[in-house]
């Protein structure tokens, strides 16, 4: 079961993409033109979500796959692009709303079914694959390896995720973001070592069944992210 600690921070983003800042990362996540700043974060981004998808298979005819903070969605409608069955899942109904307006016909056998809730739970099912690309990065680590573990107890073939990696550029980043206007400034990001992290997922009974696949760190500007793959064994 999630954490006090989980719940209590699921609350804060729930807040934050789903009031505070939800126009500013529908531009965001847009073609539209965006200041400097954003611009690098947009390139981080863009990348990330390649290098993930270049992770799963070329072909995910007949695989599900769970899309674990879809956001506005554009991860997963390249995976349903290659055929995949996907569940879109967000805590913030406006983000999901977005990604519906901005989705349309696929061709083929794939779909997205979206949801507003929290990537967390059972009832969404079992899968194949399941990407969560920067949405633990606000959690602490004891509680992104729950989350994971209970994700593994529902996957067949892989987790990929992204974690801010503890740098002395990104705590400087981090710095100078507080002083952006409230409006632009996204939930403080947890930085966690990477050796940190990979022990507690060593450790962890419900990861057992898992080994350490890709990993990649992107940095573009104002956005670091390190992604990580656990392959089942």
């Known amino acids: 079961m999630p954490t006090a600690t989980y719940q209590t921070r699921r609350g ?83 983000l999901i709303e ?34 969560a690309m920067d949405s633990l990065i606000h959690y602490a680590p004891q509680d992104t390896v729950r989350v994971l573990a209970g994700l593994a107890e529902r996957t067949d073939g892989s987790i990929a995720f992204t974690f801010a990696p503890r740098t002395a550029l990104l705590s400087a980043m981090h710095a100078a973001g507080r002083f952006f206007p409230r409006g632009d400034r996204a939930p403080s990001i947890v930085p966690v070592a990477e050796a940190k992290l990979r022990r507690l997922i060593e450790h962890d009974a419900g990861l057992q069944g898992f080994a350490a696949g890709h990993h990649r760190r992107i940095a573009s500007g104002f956005y670091t992210s390190h992604a990580l793959e656990l392959v089942r064994r």
Do not use: N
């Open 98 to 131: 977005i990604a519906k307006q901005r989705t349309g016909e696929i061709a083929g056998p794939g779909r997205i079914t979206f949801l507003a809730g929290d990537m967390f739970y059972p009832a969404l099912g079992r899968f194949d694959h399941v990407v």
């Open 12 to 94: 804060e983003l729930h807040e934050y993409f789903d009031r505070t800042a939800i126009r500013a990362w529908e531009r965001l996540t847009s073609d539209a033109p965006v200041s400097g700043i954003r611009a690098t974060v947009r390139a981080g981004r863009d990348a990330m979500r390649a290098t993930l998808l270049s992770w799963l298979p070329a072909d995910l005819t007949g695989r599900r796959l769970l899309d674990a903070g879809c956001g506005t969605g554009a991860l997963a409608l390249e995976a349903a692009k290659r055929g995949a069955e996907v569940v879109a899942v967000d805590i913030a109904p406006g």
